[in-house]
């Protein structure tokens, strides 16, 4: 960062974070201004069940004739993610963008610009800090964003992102539906000893719900299909 920012402005600016020890996170700026942010992208999937992204980076590993990622080793699966953002604040004020127009025109530079002001350098023996030199990871990130600002192409294919996107959504609605079912038998008194019986059961009991609700299952299934929005 510029060698005049404050320590006052750096605590306000900078958080960190991690586990065990271990950092997982940086990030510098705050929102609706700018931010840059270096993180565990690793750590965050495998936390929140993030199954596209394995996919999306072993596919990109394919097509440049590399091994897939091997993601129950860390040592040997870290992915490190770099991400620039820009709030409105900034967007507005620094770079006056108003339109999609604007924006289009201006990303690019917005993007060279933040990485440019923040950089993730390499230290060296030189006190001066600003002629330390940019590690090849975050020159790659800035040629990378630049290039896909340029020429979007995706990745993962849409239709095999609805398919992982579905299967979490299922297994996720599954287990409440188990939490719920466990919960209903144990307000009707039922032992544990009947608790498959109970499940046999249920069925024909949401269904003599479902006649009596005031709304058409037609309209209900849509509600639902416009809530998933094209996943089924």
């Not at 599954?174 to 499940?199: I, N, T």
Request: some cysteine; aromatic content about 6%.
């Amino acid at each position: 960062m510029h060698s005049r920012t404050g320590k006052k402005a750096i605590a306000e600016l900078i958080e960190t974070n991690g586990v065990s020890g271990r950092l997982t996170s940086v990030t510098i700026g705050k929102m609706p201004g700018r931010q840059v942010i270096l993180y565990d992208k690793r750590e965050e999937v495998l936390a929140r069940g993030k199954r596209e992204w394995p996919v999306v980076w072993n596919k990109t590993l394919e097509r440049r004739g590399l091994p897939s990622l091997n993601m129950d080793d860390p040592s040997v699966s870290r992915v490190w993610r770099i991400e620039a953002r820009a709030g409105k604040d900034y967007l507005s004020n620094r770079w006056h963008v108003r339109t999609w127009a604007d924006l289009s025109h201006a990303l690019p530079l917005m993007l060279q610009a933040a990485m440019e002001d923040i950089r993730y350098c390499v230290p060296t023996a030189d006190s001066n800090r600003a002629r330390w030199p940019t590690h090849p990871m975050w020159s790659g990130a800035l040629a990378e964003m630049v290039r896909c600002v340029e020429q979007s192409v995706p990745v993962l294919a849409s239709a095999d992102y609805r398919l992982i996107t579905r299967d979490r959504r299922c297994e996720v609605i599954e287990k409440q539906m188990l939490g719920l079912a466990v919960s209903y038998a144990v307000l009707h008194a039922k032992p544990r000893s009947e608790f498959g019986q109970f499940l046999h059961w249920l069925p024909e009991r949401l269904l003599s719900i479902s006649k009596r609700h005031p709304k058409s299952l037609g309209q209900r299934m849509q509600q639902a299909a416009d809530r998933f929005n094209g996943l089924s």
